[in-house]
């Protein structure tokens, strides 16, 4: 239990206004978007500058104690759970866009900046900032940073760290260094801007990043369409990639899927299509029309029963909002929904779908999954539920067979989401031991009192 | 001095004709792509195997002799100059293109494979890899993963780290350890693969470098634009780019390299030209046609008295090629070309053409350049001479002008060549000083006995 006198003083340092610690406010600091993990805080800072951020860092440091940094607390893997409790340091209210300069096509921001409201302002410019986790309606700009969140735009656009220029973060110990710059060509030695991209949160708090931006691509064209199997629907966008068409966009969702968003919000959904795809095209218009034919016609090589185009930005926006419902619809599927994001190389997709399968017959838990495609990257959830100690623990299990597979393959434990709680147990299974230990090193030269973000990524010895 | 015992130690790992010692030998592993500087190791080994190399580190780890690694010797920052003598470590004879994976998009290479070699083989699979820096005839993989390489095609497609998936490097100890991985998108902790690009042979020795890849193009377009002054040349990218269309490929020359070509290999080109600009266009065809159109108006509606479009691939690479011959007609204008690259953001580009004009007015020195445009990324030059120790030390102090130039107006001290030996006088006037810090202890973790590449990127204290 943190002492009163640190709640006293950082009260000084925000004003009361900025600091939560009454039970119910800091229940809604318990959580992220997983449904399994939650650890109560014991309280919260809701900072407005980093002066602030350097005073408080500075605080807990001297007196060691734990700070999870959280933006919105949309990330699925654990990560801005204040595991060990201590401070959440929330950046909400750090909000502002900086700066956005056409000319040099670059903004800065604070952390606690909302996604979709920096798209807004960046669109009112005639400018893009591709990186699109699903959560983009509230994640913060800082989150995306900390986790190197991806989405279904990376296919062609790449993550989050393929467009961060510059950051300023401040240190465990309140010093605010600045790292990189707003070039987009910068070789000022080590690439310290991206050892602090997807470090979680336990390397200092991001104060300010500055990202390099696109002009709006002039036209998109949204296409869906429905395959007998996933296999098939992910051969098929390898075809359209192997045909020198990146689409922009890339998505699945499965029969599952399909079935509880027609449930949920009917839209006139094939209900007995097993994998329905979609797919996006942008840029110049004129190259749009023809890839849209070119990526039409390979759907319709490769097997699809059915594909349609959509007619306008209307249908377009309805059909991948059908995608945002593919994630409520599994969430809501069961009190416990083990959510999970692997990423295999493209060309063992099948062969993963494969063994999925395999680990379903073999545990009894039915496998549910969509993805990215196009990118290797797939999330499979299993429906369970916590409150029952055996089925949860065979649950655990069975995601643990499926990480396994993925790593067979050459695939990874995480292709967006990051390590945080949920996949730690694996990580020694994933890396090199000496990588591994690389990173703890690294950790304990920026944050030696272990006050970051601790019990995150790797498993603490003994634990 | 080298003790001989080390020497035929490493003779027993790489067989002797792995070992070159002789002073005509060891003379070509002396100097790189820079004019200034020059030192000769006292051995080089050539090791064909990873397993050569980490038993090559752990002999000169245990003796703590200094290994500056190289692969062509191409980088023009003195990054591959053995100051402090010991093992040149050679990587040319580890060529292999180990796999390209056309449905992954992915390739894996040893570190000595040219760029140009590996293009070719691409290329002959429909594939691309964009990374293009000037010398890509002869630079090795290995070397424009330690230099982060860029290049022309960067302004659309990125430098080398937007490429990297996984590595295999040998630690100082010898250990051999792995990062990354073959997925393009992977979130298994600390992005350590970046760690170890850019850092310019200090931090570990690359024996394997896994990259992804792009369908090759499937039509491009080269313009050529004569402009009055390179102000109007660099404003005309950026309505380019404002306008939607982001060039494949963008390069300006000034007046000087025109007339230099011109004597060297007549091309027929205007003589009286202040700026000439060189743009490509790729992708879908139908998209090349109507954005080479958009492009072609605005560069006349920026100023442009005239602008060629190639007619065909010869005519085009007969441009680029002039491009090329630009960078040998700088390198051969004096006994001493202080060749450098800085970059500055976009916006900031004519206010620093314009100091580069006052700086050379007051220091009386012609200040030669050329560029990227698009992406704010300048090489301006100052022809001197070295054995004139007074000129040479007011060149050295005009080109710290020019730097000082660039950092005044948010710009960073190197776009792609690096910081090497050419500009660590002036990292600690660009970075952080704890950011500074930060790099010498991660250094200091991976590499205590400091036998990877020393004296390199910042300056040694008490130097």
């Not at 790292?179 to 200092?204: D, H, I, P, Q």
């Not at 079935?259 to 299509?273: N, S, V």
């Not at 994998?275 to 029309?289: H, I, Q, R, S, T």
């Not at 059908?322 to 493209?346: C, I, K, N, Q």
Request: glycine fraction near 10%; include cysteine; proline fraction near 5%.
């Amino acid at each position: 239990m943190i002492k009163p006198e640190i709640v006293s003083q950082l009260q000084k340092i925000t004003g009361k206004e900025g600091v939560l610690t009454a039970k119910e406010d800091l229940n809604a600091y318990s959580y992220d978007g997983t449904t399994t993990w939650t650890h109560m805080p014991d309280v919260v800072v809701l900072p407005t500058t980093t002066e602030q951020i350097s005073r408080v860092l500075k605080l807990a440091n001297e007196n060691k104690v734990p700070v999870t940094t959280r933006g919105a607390g949309t990330n699925v893997s654990g990560g801005s759970i204040p595991i060990k409790g201590g401070i959440v340091l929330c950046t909400v209210k750090m909000n502002k866009i900086l700066d956005i300069n056409k000319t040099n096509l670059t903004a800065t921001v604070e952390p606690g900046v909302v996604l979709q409201n920096f798209n807004t302002a960046l669109a009112k410019e005639g400018l893009f900032y591709p990186p699109d986790p699903q959560s983009f309606l509230g994640c913060t700009m800082g989150g995306t940073v900390a986790e190197n969140a991806g989405g279904p735009y990376c296919v062609k656009y790449g993550v989050t760290k393929q467009y961060l220029l510059g950051l300023e973060v401040v240190l465990a110990n309140g010093y605010v260094m600045k790292v990189g710059g707003v070039t987009v060509k910068n070789r000022t030695g080590y690439e310290l801007v991206m050892l602090f991209t997807g470090s979680e949160g336990t390397l200092a708090v991001i104060t300010k990043i500055t990202v390099r931006l696109l002009p709006m691509p002039a036209a998109s064209k949204t296409m869906m369409a429905v395959f007998d199997d996933m296999i098939a629907g992910g051969q098929a966008v390898s075809n359209i990639i192997g045909s020198g068409v990146v689409p922009a966009k890339s998505a699945f969702v499965d029969n599952f899927v399909i079935r509880r968003i027609e449930q949920m919000t009917p839209m006139g959904l094939p209900l007995d299509a097993n994998a329905l795809m979609l797919l996006m095209d942008d840029g110049n218009p004129a190259a749009v029309e023809t890839d849209t034919q070119q990526i039409v016609d390979i759907l319709k090589k490769s097997g699809a029963k059915e594909v349609k185009i959509a007619k306008d930005a209307d249908e377009a926006a309805a059909y991948w909002k059908m995608r945002s419902a593919g994630f409520a619809a599994v969430f809501g599927a069961a009190h416990t929904v083990l959510a999970e994001d692997v990423a295999v190389p493209r060309d063992k997709l099948a062969e993963f779908i494969k063994k999925l399968g395999e680990i379903s017959e073999r545990t009894g838990f039915f496998i549910q999954y969509l993805g990215h495609a196009g990118d290797g990257n797939l999330h499979p959830s299993i429906f369970t539920d916590i409150r029952k100690e055996d089925e949860f623990a065979r649950a655990q299990a069975a995601m643990g067979e499926i990480f396994r597979a993925a790593l067979s393959l050459g695939g990874v434990l995480s292709g967006e989401h990051g390590i945080g709680l949920e996949k730690q147990r694996f990580l020694k299974e994933a890396m090199d031991p000496v990588a591994l230990d690389l990173m703890k090193k690294i950790k304990g030269i920026l944050d030696p009192n272990n006050i970051l973000n601790p019990g995150k990524i790797w498993e603490e010895e003994g634990a």
